[in-house]
C-alpha cells in the first residue's frame, strides 16, 4: 500500500518560513492535500490539489509537489499556526485514501 | 453553510457492534462521496471508508473491511457506519467528511467510540 512519510515536529521562529515535507513514491504524479488541524477540533482543508487554497484561508500558506516529495510552505509564521499538519492524496491502485503521519509545528 | 453532524458515539465491549450517523446540511447531499476517518487517541488520522454519492461504490481501509459497512440515505441527508466485532484499536473519534475531487473539504467534530472492557 501507498506510503506517505512527515516528520513527526518542525519548530520555527515567528515571522519565519515553516517547510513541511511529505514523502512518498513518485508522490509528483499525485494531487496532494494538507489539513490543519489544533487540539480538539476537526481538521480543516488548508490546500488542496498540491497550490490551491479554500476561501479563508491564507496566502502565506502554499504548496508544491515533485518527485518524490510534497512540501506545505508557510511564510511569516504566526503563533496561531501552531498545529498539526496532514498530508492526503488517493491511491488510485488500491481506492484507498491515504494520510500522511501527520507533523507537529510548533511556533518557538 | 455545510454542516456535518455525528452521533452514536460511545463505550461499548469488544466484539459488540455500534452504529454511527452523520446528518447533513447546507449542501445537495446526493450529489457528493461521503466518508469517514478515524483519528485514534494522541495518534495521526486514518481514513476508514468512502461511499459514492449513489452508493454504487464503497471503499474501506484493510484494518475494517468485513467488520464495518458504510451507507447512505440520501432522502434523509444521512451517512452511517455500521461498526460490527469492535476491537480495542478501533477506539478513536470518528469524522464523517465531504468529499470534493480528491480531497475532504468538509468535516464535522466527530463523535468518540471506546471499546474497552
Known amino acids: 500500500s501507498y506510503v506517505l512519510t512527515q516528520p513527526p515536529s518542525v519548530s520555527v521562529a515567528p515571522g519565519q518560513t515553516a517547510r513541511i515535507t511529505c514523502g512518498g513514491n513518485n508522490i509528483g504524479s499525485k494531487s496532494v492535500h494538507w489539513y490543519q488541524q489544533k487540539p480538539g477540533q476537526a481538521p480543516v482543508l488548508f490546500v488542496y490539489d498540491d497550490n490551491d487554497r479554500p476561501s479563508g484561508i491564507p496566502e502565506r500558506f502554499s504548496g508544491s509537489n515533485s518527485g518524490n516529495t510534497a512540501t506545505l510552505t508557510i511564510s511569516r509564521v504566526e503563533a496561531g499556526d501552531e498545529a498539526d499538519y496532514y498530508c492526503?492524496?488517493?491511491?488510485?491502485?488500491?481506492?484507498?485514501?491515504?494520510f500522511g503521519g501527520g507533523t507537529k509545528l510548533t511556533v518557538l | 453553510e455545510v454542516h456535518l453532524v455525528e452521533s452514536g458515539g460511545g463505550l461499548v465491549k469488544p466484539g459488540e457492534p455500534l452504529r454511527l450517523s452523520c446528518a447533513a446540511s447546507?449542501?445537495?447531499?446526493?450529489?457528493?462521496?461521503m466518508n469517514w476517518v478515524r483519528q485514534a487517541p494522541g495518534k495521526g488520522l486514518e481514513w476508514v471508508s468512502s461511499?459514492?454519492?449513489?452508493?454504487?461504490?464503497?471503499f474501506y481501509s484493510d484494518s475494517v473491511k468485513g467488520r464495518f459497512t458504510i451507507s447512505r440515505d440520501n432522502a434523509k441527508n444521512s451517512l452511517y457506519l455500521q461498526m460490527n466485532s469492535l476491537r480495542v484499536e478501533d477506539t478513536a473519534v470518528y469524522y464523517c467528511a465531504r468529499v470534493s475531487g480528491e480531497f475532504r473539504d468538509y468535516w464535522g467534530q466527530g463523535t468518540l467510540v471506546t471499546v474497552s472492557s
Open positions: 447546507g449542501f445537495t447531499f446526493s450529489r457528493y462521496t
Open positions: 492526503q492524496v488517493w491511491d488510485s491502485n488500491s481506492d484507498h485514501v491515504v
Open positions: 461511499i459514492t454519492s449513489s452508493s454504487s461504490s464503497k
